[in-house]
């Protein structure tokens, strides 16, 4: 007998296991890999073209608020030759911005309480509760997100018109409350729901009132999904402004939105562009701080409810 017979036969020999993922030279565990690697890249190079389609405008116009006209027009994409700090005190006290600035801060933040405050009630007894007519009513809300808010304009005129509220920011508060709660319900509702019910019989147990268990209960307990709803609505609100624009007519009573405006109609004649640009800057720069100091609060409203 030949020995060479009894030997095992050799690795290369051995016929491929069936279901091997390595078999085929590893394609079955190589081939979902570089997919995923390939979406990852068109992925970040997406997301770095869209970063600079943002920033860079932004980072402009902040740089165009320390130069003058000329330098706006001869050099734009340089530095500035010196920090015009002038350029804020004009734009601040010429052309008004102090004054539409505070109008647009107290108009967003009586608004935005309002919207908190409804928004959160109207969404936790429609997550929490059981009533005839709980679906058509959520339903209702939500339908507000589907109807564009200029179509509203015209018979919103007549309805603030009316009740005596035109060209007075009272009625562009109640306005931004009613725009901004269909969006608000719809996020607290999916969130409340999220909110442990042991947590909520416990403290009916304890004695606690349905009014007393949502102040000091649930709403701590929604406090991240509260913070990302207010941030939204602020941003949004700040913004706005397409409704200051029809329901305040008196220049001393304008948001910054309509004064950046006539600032801007104002700039082709005077030529003040530098003006422009800082009144820019007063505007961006407080939402975009806001929501760096708010970032994580943001993030885990978010995800607190896919995670829960």
Avoid at 190 to 210: Q, W, Y
Wanted: glycine residues 8%; aromatic residues 14%; proline residues 6%.
């Amino acid at each position: 007998m030949n020995p060479q017979s009894t030997l095992p036969p050799t690795p290369a020999a051995l016929p491929p296991k069936t279901g091997d993922p390595n078999a085929s030279g590893g394609r079955g565990s190589k081939g979902p890999r570089s997919e995923v690697r390939l979406f990852a890249g068109l992925g970040h190079i997406a997301l770095a073209v869209w970063a600079v389609i943002v920033i860079v405008p932004i980072l402009w116009t902040f740089l165009a608020a320390f130069k003058n006209t000329t330098e706006i027009f001869s050099s734009p994409w340089t530095l500035p030759a010196e920090l015009r700090w002038e350029n804020f005190g004009r734009a601040w006290t010429k052309a008004n911005v102090g004054r539409y600035f505070l109008n647009s801060v107290l108009v967003v933040g009586c608004s935005t309480f309002l919207t908190m405050l409804l928004g959160s009630m109207a969404a936790y007894v429609l997550a929490r509760y059981r009533f005839w007519g709980n679906r058509a009513v959520y339903y209702l809300f939500v339908s507000g997100l589907a109807f564009p808010v200029f179509l509203a304009l015209v018979p919103l005129f007549f309805v603030v018109k009316q009740l005596h509220l035109l060209d007075s920011h009272l009625g562009l508060v109640l306005v931004y409350t009613a725009y901004s709660l269909p969006f608000t319900v719809f996020f607290l509702a999916a969130f409340f729901k999220t909110l442990p019910t042991s947590v909520a019989e416990a403290g009916m147990i304890d004695g606690c009132g349905h009014t007393r268990l949502f102040f000091q209960v649930m709403m701590p307990m929604a406090k991240p999904g509260l913070i990302s709803v207010a941030i939204f609505n602020i941003i949004g609100q700040w913004a706005q402004y397409q409704l200051p624009l029809v329901l305040l007519t008196d220049e001393k009573k304008w948001v910054l939105t309509q004064g950046i405006a006539d600032i801007s109609v104002n700039a082709g004649y005077e030529a003040d562009w530098s003006g422009l640009f800082a009144a820019l800057t007063l505007a961006i720069l407080p939402m975009i701080i806001v929501y760096a100091v708010f970032q994580r609060q943001i993030q885990a409203g978010l995800t607190a409810g896919a995670v829960k």
